[in-house]
């Protein structure tokens, strides 16, 4: 069974980092691609970030480029999402998931089978 758990959510001030961590178990890590999406309050879900670990390729949406970073260390079977210049409009539940066809729409929904349960990001202006 394949399970990723997010963490390292928390309140922040406008300008600060984080740093979120997911957690994969019950899968071959490095044949996967992890996408971390988030979905503020009263709003739908969106795809920030994507890397495919067996060769470190990595995606974001526009909305983060240049302030946040996502990485992978396949020894621990863990994906980073390293947050920077933090705005209140970052303020969400950020999710990291995956699934046999994340790396063909690293930013569709659709493409991703197994979810974490999500890590709130509070950032407050």
């Known amino acids: 069974e394949v399970q990723l758990q997010a963490s390292g959510g928390g309140l922040v001030q406008a300008g600060d980092s984080l740093k979120l961590s997911c957690a994969a178990a019950?899968?071959?890590?490095?044949?996967?691609?992890i996408g971390w999406f988030r979905q503020a309050p009263g709003k739908g879900r969106e795809a920030i970030s994507s890397?495919?670990?067996?060769?470190?390729?990595?995606y974001y949406a526009d909305s983060v480029k240049g302030r946040f970073s996502i990485s992978s260390d396949n020894a621990k079977n863990t994906v980073y999402l390293q947050m920077n210049s933090l705005k209140p409009e970052d303020t969400a539940v950020y999710y990291c998931?995956?699934?046999?066809?994340?790396?063909?729409?690293?930013?569709?929904?659709?493409?991703?089978?197994?979810w974490g349960q999500g890590t709130l990001v509070t950032v407050s202006s």
């Open positions: 019950g899968l071959v890590f490095h044949n996967h691609a």
């Open positions: 890397i495919r670990n067996w060769n470190q390729n990595t």
């Open positions: 998931a995956t699934g046999p066809l994340a790396y063909v729409r690293w930013d569709s929904e659709e493409a991703y089978d197994y």
